[in-house]
């Protein structure tokens, strides 16, 4: 599956940080939130409903995305933030969200399940919120059945020029608040190159501006 395990970029984030950043932005994250990355939400499910079957949302937040899945597909949720996880709860309650299995306290960088559990891994703005995101990405692959999809939103940082040197200079700051702004393709296409088992089929961006993009791999059906 993964290739050599080594995952050689880890910073200065730590899980514990920010699990306690999505804890304190859990009562205003819908409103914060939600219309500005609605368009990759959108992008993300319909990706995920092609396919179908158990889909896994890893950092499934308070849960804004789950009533836009099909009712046929059965969904798994988690988080590492128990407060925005509290959130999803009280929504799929409300709305009596009958194809929601489970909504789970966990770590995308070890995810408690069984491999090859479901047909999609569904991550959107995960990947850029994680301490080590190679190690998330083996767990997504791990627990992704042969020929099943992984699904990521991600932001894509610039690699040189104005903007890669502004989000340089930004990256302690928005680390402290759960994300990176530094993060560039490169990274992703080192994992995918390295790793047995995986393939790019899409990657493109996401409007407005297209500093975001929906990315979707594949897991080989011999893997």
Do not use: C
């Not at 047995?196 to 409007?207: D, F, H, K, N, T």
């Amino acid at each position: 599956m993964a290739g050599n395990g080594v995952h050689p970029t880890v910073d200065d984030m730590r899980t514990e940080g920010v699990a306690k950043a999505y804890d304190r932005w859990a009562p205003v994250y819908d409103l914060v939130f939600g219309k500005v990355f609605a368009r990759g939400r959108s992008a993300a499910i319909d990706a995920a409903e092609r396919v179908g079957g158990r889909i896994l949302e890893v950092g499934v937040g308070t849960g804004l995305s789950l009533p836009q899945y099909s009712p046929r597909s059965r969904l798994v949720g988690v988080d590492l933030s128990a407060p925005m996880l509290e959130k999803a709860r009280e929504r799929v309650a409300q709305l009596a969200l009958r194809n929601v299995e489970q909504l789970d306290v966990m770590d995308a960088e070890h995810l408690a399940f069984a491999d090859a559990s479901f047909d999609v891994v569904v991550a959107q703005y995960v990947v850029t919120a994680v301490p080590n995101p190679e190690a998330a990405l083996d767990e997504f692959l791990r627990v992704a059945r042969p020929g099943g999809e992984i699904v990521i939103t991600t932001r894509v940082g610039a690699d040189k020029g104005v903007r890669g040197a502004i989000e340089s200079l930004l990256s302690p700051v928005v680390n402290r608040l759960g994300w990176r702004t530094e993060f560039s393709w490169q990274r992703y296409q080192a994992w995918i190159d390295r790793t047995a088992g995986v393939s790019l089929i899409e990657r493109r961006p996401l409007p407005p501006l297209g500093h975001f993009s929906l990315v979707r791999l594949r897991k080989s059906d011999a893997a």
